[in-house]
């Protein structure tokens, strides 16, 4: 059958489960127990066969074991999935080399486990668990047929213990063993039978072989005389009694006829029969436990595990130290934040003042950042509308770049003021000029509405009178950075975005439309019809070749740039450099701009590096100029000596460039001249060094860049706006006017009665609105996040819509839910918008609610599941941990296993159900959580907005914030995915991932095909979707899952991949119907018995037959799914989740740990009678058992 192909299942039931086939075990001197619970003892030096996969060649795992003289084991071998894992004592070898625990690879996992090691199939074949006392246990996860030393699955009384010993040797030259005459002595029967009967033999692993293990104790007792040669064994039956969980076996070392002592363990450690399996410990105050408890050391009660500082002590949770970019910090420690907040160690976690960061929005060429963070290319060639609100925009022109070089470039930037008295408009050169009427210095210009001055050679700064301030560089090409004060959210429009901390509306085109891709989007923000861009490409190999060696110094652990590493994550930056230098016909100055941008990107986090220029990216300065790396233009020139510099007020990120040396001075023709030399200023008249004039009868002179008189002159402006009055306080009794605005006007002032001060102030009874008008205070508009609204006006609040009435806002209650995702190798969308790839080799917490505390409700741990020996990712097991069970998505079925007993008899429903819809599975929960599973490495997660900002986990906070989506479990923000997903291992006993490689990494030759068979989602098959759904991502996502060479994790991931996308065309009312029987078949056919056509495949489907479980036609979920549907016919109107058949509601199944055909009796587990009536369990009479 074609390998990616569905086969539609019955809607899996959940059922108590175990997970294990079959244990073997061997301990003590030489004592086996088989598979089929056989046991059995000898004593040999020779290398023995413990288990194997036996066929007649090859096999998926062998496992050999060798004791000493002494027989105690002296070896391990461990053959699986190509690795071949040496064991001796404290040494592991993993394919010839020397490893430490934990270890992991992408086929298998060695950690800690209590006082034992353990190694694990991360396909699920085994689990190997040893210590250093002779113990080695084998546990099977799936059915194998077996030999050696572990037997098989069937149990044979006849067969010859002898010959089964023998048959499991080794060839070599070794004499063959046989199995052990047990001696009885009548002290070891009465003490073996006191401790086991005592202790052990109720234990549920125990009980059936509770003689079987009598006698291995006598025998060893009776051999030595010694109760202390029993130790082993007891040790063992402790083992295999923490399968049921705390019990009277935990005390058997305290019985006074015991000699065994207990292990010694580390300061403050206690040792356990039954401690936890995943201890407590800083990092997780609360983590998941997996399996059963274990023997070990483990902290006491209150005390948690220093897995960050001093690693492996037991400490209170008030002293656990924090971690962040690779250092520690101890409890009550400080930190600096981002944008000046203060970060203190509490508990292991990081508690950070509020601090809001200013918005950026950033145009590089074809690459624009938005203000709250996407980045998209956009290759045009036209005037675009960047930023617009009510009263002011910024343009940008985007021509193809010139002189050989492919691609996109910034020509100009436009800045348009608007006041109800005039327009002013700025236009920003490519030259470094500036275009306006009123400007005369090109190096300074100031207004009321804007001052604009030069920085350095390489940049220039503006800053509004509303605080939005501009660098635009020039040198090497011409980029542009807005900034936004952090108080000030609005919704702007343009390719910038909206400014409001929600990346989902950011691309709202023109039309008020939210358009999905980003060239619909920009496109709809030309300013007047334009030809298209064309995209930019690689000019030549040689190109490629320099961008390639070149631009991989952004990486270099131990370049110029690692400092900002940990800030700055420079893997885009570096994906960018490769694309846009080997595009660039000057491939040294695109180089360095990239490089430049990925310094000015760690400069706005506060990280500034210098000397990064040395050598290919050297700056020389014109004749008396000096390069800085950090140039400011506050009090730097002339025109500063004698008034106040206003550069000093525009605090923006610092930048380089060529200034004057120290000690000098910038004078109007722009050159650097000693404060002797400095030119003088009256308003923007200049005045010559040494030259004497006139001011009236005033006498003044030019030295020293200040003007001195004889008698001081008041050169302030007197020019009102805004319909403001100057008042010039010549009367005596004047006194100081409120200066009232529209959010003041109703507080008390605190300037009464204070001496006039001359100015611009409204009328009385008239307040200054944000725009500097003067209004009436009943006129005066909404406030909302720093921003004013008229009245009338509309803005939405998440899901709702709020408007301005009489000066106040009226808003719907509408709440919302959100998804995330996750599937093939780790291609992961939060729920805020955030999409990075993480497919580490742990556990981790896909969401949870724990978030450091001990008190959440649910998890939802992932782990990939490797299909085959190249270790790619071919299915994903979910655990959704709540309440007292486990709910497991894992090989297409939900199963569901209780972690603790029930004390009463539970009458409640379900809290959750399962549904088959199309080809996924739904499980919906009635705390707000829907699960949408395609039974292979998809999963969906939907929250109801109860769930708003209280989660945290791989799928980010759910804060609608996409900038703290990487907020760690330490509750720092990571800045890069491994950070971010090694922090939510679920146990640290898994090694953080350091790299990741995904499958063209490891197949590069099987890339070809890849992209030729996932062309499909560019061409014309999804054509009606492109201008709907960017497809960028999700092709790339698709080369990465089908560049495999095997066939089986060629065709799933790239099924999956192509499904991703045709699921989110339909989310936008986009239905393609995109399968064909030689491409990804779904085989509706297989419900349909013969001579019906009951079932059938949708491309976007839903359930409409009603079904046993909902009797109302058509349920509601998130979305249109693919997959086989039931058309139910009206003699049999129901459709049976069950058995997937059409019924009557009287012929309706119930299920109850299995299929209960209708009409059927069973006892529940409360004892009571019930009936299955109508597909629902009806239960009458009292509990058979006592509560």
Not at 227 to 250: H, I, Q
Not at 297 to 323: N, Q
Not at 552 to 572: E, M, R
Request: aromatic share 8%; net charge negative; glycine share 8%.
């Amino acid at each position: 059958m074609e390998k990616g192909s569905h086969i539609p299942e019955a809607t899996p039931k959940y059922s108590e489960t175990d997970a294990i086939i079959g244990e073997a075990s061997t301990w003590g001197k030489g004592a086996y127990k088989a598979f089929n619970g056989r046991v059995f003892s000898f004593e040999s030096s020779c290398s023995y066969t413990f288990c194997r996969h036996c066929v007649e060649s090859g096999g998926d795992f062998n496992v050999e074991i060798k004791r000493n003289n002494d027989s105690e084991i002296e070896k391990i071998t461990v053959i699986i999935d190509n690795n071949d894992i040496s064991i001796s004592g404290d040494v592991i070898l993993v394919n010839g080399e020397s490893v430490h625990i934990p270890y992991n690879n992408k086929l298998i996992h060695i950690k800690k486990y209590g006082e034992h090691n353990v190694l694990n199939s991360r396909r699920g074949i085994l689990s190997l668990m040893w210590d250093k006392n002779n113990k080695l246990s084998l546990t099977i996860h799936k059915q194998y047929p077996t030999c050696g030393l572990c037997g098989n699955f069937n149990n044979t009384p006849g067969e010859d213990i002898d010959e089964h010993i023998a048959n499991s040797k080794i060839p070599g030259n070794c004499p063959n063993a046989v199995s052990k005459s047990y001696e009885l002595c009548e002290d070891g029967v009465q003490h073996c039978e006191k401790i086991i009967g005592t202790y052990f033999e109720k234990c549920q692993k125990v009980s059936s072989l509770s003689n079987d293990y009598k006698i291995i104790c006598i025998d060893e007792y009776c051999q030595n005389r010694d109760a202390k040669s029993t130790c082993d064994t007891y040790s063992e039956l402790s083992r295999l009694c923490a399968s049921d969980g705390p019990g009277v076996y935990e005390s058997w070392r305290d019985d006074s006829a015991v000699v065994c002592e207990k292990p010694n363990c580390p300061e403050k450690h206690i040792y356990k029969e039954c401690g936890p399996s995943n201890p407590a410990t800083c990092s997780n105050v609360a983590p998941f436990q997996d399996s059963e408890c274990v023997s070990g050391c483990t902290c006491p009660e209150g005390y948690l595990l220093d897995d960050i500082g001093k690693k492996g002590k037991c400490v209170l949770k008030a002293y656990c130290p924090c971690e962040s970019n690779g250092n520690v910090y101890q409890s009550g420690e400080v930190r600096e934040g981002p944008c000046g907040s203060q970060c203190t160690c509490q508990e292991a976690k990081w508690s950070c003042t509020e601090a809001l960061c200013p918005g950026r929005c950033k145009v590089e060429g074809s690459l624009i950042t938005t203000f709250d963070g996407v980045k998209y290319n956009h290759p045009g060639n036209c005037h675009f509308l960047a930023i617009h609100d009510k009263d002011w925009s910024i343009s940008v022109e985007l021509r193809p770049c010139q002189s050989g070089q492919s691609g996109t470039c910034l020509n100009s930037v436009t800045l348009l003021l608007n006041s109800s008295v005039s327009v002013d408009k700025y236009i920003f050169n490519r030259d470094g000029t500036v275009t306006n009427d009123k400007i005369r210095n090109q190096s300074y210009y100031y207004s009321d509405k804007v001052q604009i001055f030069k920085v350095s050679s390489s940049y220039l700064q503006a800053e509004t009178y509303f605080h939005v301030k501009m660098q635009i560089q020039i040198v090497p090409v011409m980029q542009l950075y807005v900034s936004m004060p952090p108080n000030q959210f609005t919704d702007t429009v343009g390719l910038c975005g909206s400014y409001n901390n929600r990346a989902e509306d950011d691309f709202m085109s023109s039309q008020n439309i939210l358009e999905k891709t980003s060239q619909a989007f920009a496109n709809s923000w030309e300013m007047m019809s334009c030809s298209k861009g064309n995209t930019a490409s690689c000019i030549s190999i040689e190109k490629e070749k320099f961008a390639e060696k070149n631009c991989g110094i952004l990486l270099d652990s131990s370049g110029p740039f690692a400092s900002c590493h940990p800030i700055v994550n420079p893997k885009p930056y570096h994906e960018e450099c490769k694309k846009y230098t080997c595009a660039c016909e000057n491939s040294k100055d695109c180089l360095c701009t990239i490089l430049g941008n990925y310094v000015k990107a760690c400069a706005e986090k506060e990280t500034y590096i210098v000397g990064w220029r040395a050598e290919l990216c050297d700056h020389s300065c014109p004749s008396g100029l000096v390069f800085k790396y950090n140039v400011k233009a506050c009090n730097s020139s002339c025109r500063s000596l004698s008034e106040r510099d206003r550069s000093c007020d525009v605090e923006d990120v610092p930048i380089d460039g060529c200034t004057c040396p120290d000690g000098m001075y910038h004078n109007n023709e722009g050159t650097c001249v000693p404060k002797s030399q400095c030119d003088c200023y009256i308003n923007d008249e200049v005045m010559q060094p040494g030259k004497l004039i006139h001011i009236g009868n005033n006498k003044c002179v030019c030295r020293d860049g200040i003007l001195l008189c004889q008698t001081p002159i008041d050169l302030t402006l007197q020019n009102c706006t805004g319909g403001a009055e100057y008042v010039d306080c010549r009367d005596p009794k004047a006194q100081r006017r409120a200066d009232s605005t529209c959010s003041t006007w109703n507080i008390p002032s605190f300037e009464e009665n204070l001496p006039c001060k001359r100015g611009c102030y409204c009328p009385v009874g008239m307040v200054r609105n944000s725009k500097g008008n003067c209004v009436f205070p009943e006129d005066c508009p909404c406030s909302f996040g720093g921003r004013e609204y008229d009245q009338g006006s509309v803005t939405s609040v998440g899901c709702n819509k709020c408007t301005c009435i009489k000066g106040s806002w009226n808003c719907t209650q509408n709440e919302c839910q959100t998804t995330c995702h996750i599937y093939g190798e780790g291609h992961i969308r939060t729920f805020d918008g955030k999409t990075y790839s993480f497919d580490g080799l742990c556990q981790y917490s896909f969401l949870e609610d724990y978030c450091g505390s001990e008190n959440g409700t649910f998890r939802i741990l992932t782990e990939s599941v490797p299909c085959c020996e190249d270790g790619l990712t071919c299915s994903r097991k979910i655990i959704v941990a709540f309440q007292d069970q486990n709910v497991v998505l894992h090989d297409g079925k939900v199963t569901a296993v209780k972690t603790t007993e029930s004390k009463e008899c539970e009458l409640e429903e379900n809290s959750y159900s399962v549904h088959t819809v199309g080809l996924y599975l739904i499980l919906k929960f009635l705390s707000g959580i829907t699960i949408i599973w395609d039974k292979n490495t998809r999963i969906s997660v939907i929250l109801d907005p109860r769930w708003n900002g209280k989660v945290c986990g791989l799928c980010g906070n759910n804060n609608g914030d996409l900038k703290d989506d990487f907020t760690t479990r330490y509750s720092s923000v990571a800045v890069g995915e491994l950070e971010f997903g090694n922090s939510w291992k679920t146990s640290q006993e898994c090694s953080d991932t350091v790299t990741q490689s995904f499958p063209c990494d490891s197949n590069p030759y099987c890339k070809a095909w890849a992209v030729r068979k996932c062309e499909i989602i560019r061409d014309s098959t999804f054509r009606d979707c492109h201008n709907k759904v960017d497809p960028s991502a999700y092709y790339d996502a698709c080369i990465e899952e089908a560049c495999a060479c095997d066939m089986e994790g060629k065709y799933l991931g790239f099924c999956t991949a192509v499904a991703m996308y045709a699921e989110a065309c339909s989310a936008v009312g986009v239905c393609v119907t995109w399968r064909k029987p030689d491409l990804c078949p779904v085989y509706c056919d297989y419900y349909n018995a013969p001579g019906e056509c009951s079932w059938r495949y949708e491309p976007c489907g839903t359930v409409t037959a009603k079904t046993c479980k909902d009797r109302v036609i058509g349920q509601k979920f998130s979305a249109l799914l693919e997959g086989c549907y039931a058309k139910c016919p009206d003699s049999a109107p129901y459709l049976d989740e069950n058995t997937m058949k059409c019924v009557s509601l009287s012929e309706c199944s119930c299920f109850y740990n299995d299929i209960i055909p209708a009409g059927g009796v069973i006892q529940d587990n409360c004892g009571r009678i019930c009936y299955c009536i109508a597909g629902e369990l009806e239960c009458s009479g009292e509990s058979l058992y006592l509560i």
